[in-house]
């Protein structure tokens, strides 16, 4: 069965972006760009919210024709655009580069998309991601931590009332000081026995 990887990069301070949707302080350099690619490659589906999408479906489409762009830059390009896409909006209609729009998250149509065939689903955008938490949909966490502590910004992960336990899986330094850090979802046993 398919998992839902929640695959995010954030600021030492928990931030996604800054003020103003500012993503200048992302380190993202060649090795990181290529273990990004190496991983996004294999995956069946991007699950993005609508600003995840648009921001995506603004630059991405045709990168790999501008000249500055690095060689990792340029392979992500053509992974994004061949790759399957949902998109879950309340206001977009139609969206192009091979791109479903879904209005809401429903635990049970994700679960049948789990179970269809192919690689994992990777899951963007804090919004979104909150959807899926709280529906208990994510299965693994995939955050890539950044050496800035941007100080103010939307944090990745909102507040809610229930707990999430984790596994930690891996952990990977970079040699520009990111580090990942990977964590599987696990059941909220120990809450249960103590009620």
Request: charged content about 25%; cysteine-free.
């Amino acid at each position: 069965m398919r998992k839902v990887i929640l695959m995010m990069q954030v600021s030492l301070d928990g931030f996604m972006e800054g003020p103003d949707r500012d993503l200048s302080w992302h380190r993202v350099d060649e090795e990181l760009h290529s273990h990004f690619n190496e991983l996004l490659r294999t995956m069946g589906a991007f699950l993005d919210g609508r600003v995840t999408y648009e921001l995506m479906a603004g630059y991405w489409p045709t990168a790999d024709q501008d000249p500055s762009s690095s060689a990792p830059e340029a392979e992500f390009a053509g992974i994004w655009r061949d790759m399957p896409k949902i998109v879950y909006s309340r206001t977009l209609v139609t969206a192009d580069w091979n791109t479903e729009v879904v209005r809401d998250v429903v635990a049970e149509d994700v679960a049948r998309l789990k179970e269809q065939p192919g690689g994992d689903l990777a899951l963007g955008g804090a919004d979104l991601a909150a959807a899926f938490r709280r529906l208990g949909l994510i299965d693994e966490y995939r955050i890539y931590v950044h050496p800035v502590l941007v100080g103010r910004g939307k944090p990745l992960f909102q507040q809610m009332e229930d707990m999430t336990p984790l596994r930690l899986l891996e952990t990977r330094t970079f040699g520009n000081g990111v580090v990942l850090l990977r964590y599987a979802a696990e059941p909220d046993t120990g809450q249960a026995e103590g009620r």
